[in-house]
């Protein structure tokens, strides 16, 4: 007999005697409230807990787990209920608690797009005294200066390696990012530093001819 325990606000120990049953069937069970979307058939996350004791009681990872625990950047403490087996106690602490959590959980889970860690030059730039000029100036000559800015800053960002995230009013947010992200996992430390170096030197050019773009063309 294992026993699972959800240490909530109070603990609650739940026992099983089926070596092999995952979390969420030992919390059905029991009529104990976990979230389980997809119907614990590892197609959302909701179902994911956060193991405070006895991970080595668990079932490593498969594969549809190990797909969904890369993409999102899980430690191994976090594992999906639906998909972790129990083969001894072990207790842990739910993600999703409540209506709002849930709520949270499934606008992200709709986002294309999820978080990634990286190492960056952000590079920020505005036009000085804006807002007095556009006091002074007609809307039309307003928008000509804007686009032109732009069309002349965004060029020595793009040439040099770099990217635009977005313009904001009279300003522009560029990264650079390291080259060839897939073989950092494997890099030395030099080899990292000296990525590091060509990503800050990357952005150096690119502020140099920008200072050159304003001489010659604006």
């Known amino acids: 007999m294992s026993i699972v325990t959800f240490e909530d606000k109070e603990n609650f120990p739940l026992e099983t005697n089926k070596p092999g049953a995952t979390i969420l069937e030992t919390a059905l069970k029991h009529d104990y409230p976990l979230y ?5 058939n590892a197609k ?4 994911r807990v956060f193991i405070t004791e ?4 668990l079932s490593h990872r498969n594969d549809r787990e190990q797909t969904l625990a890369d993409r999102k950047g899980w430690p191994s403490e976090i594992r999906l209920a639906c998909q972790t087996e129990v083969f001894g106690d072990v207790s842990l602490r739910r993600i999703i608690k409540d209506n709002k959590d849930l709520k949270t959980v499934t606008s992200e889970s709709k986002s294309s797009k999820t978080g990634e860690e ?3 030059v952000i590079l920020f730039l505005d036009i000085k005294g804006f807002t007095a000029f556009t006091e ?4 039309y000559d307003v928008v000509f200066v804007l686009n032109r800015f732009f069309q002349e800053m965004s060029e020595p960002i ?5 990217g635009i995230d ?3 009013g009279d300003g522009i947010l560029a990264f650079f990012q ?3 992200k897939d073989q950092l996992k494997t890099a030395t430390e030099e080899s990292l530093k000296e990525a590091k170096r060509e990503t800050i030197h990357s952005a150096i050019r690119a502020c140099l001819r920008m200072f050159d773009q304003l001489k010659n063309s604006i």
């Open 136 to 139: 002074a100036s007609l809307p």
């Open 178 to 180: 390291i080259k060839n």
């Open 158 to 162: 793009l040439n040099n390696g770099g």
């Open 118 to 120: 990286c190492y960056a």
């Open 44 to 47: 959302c996350t909701t179902c």
């Open 54 to 57: 006895g991970l080595d009681h």
């Open 36 to 40: 389980h979307l997809c119907g614990g």
């Open 166 to 168: 977005k313009f904001i």
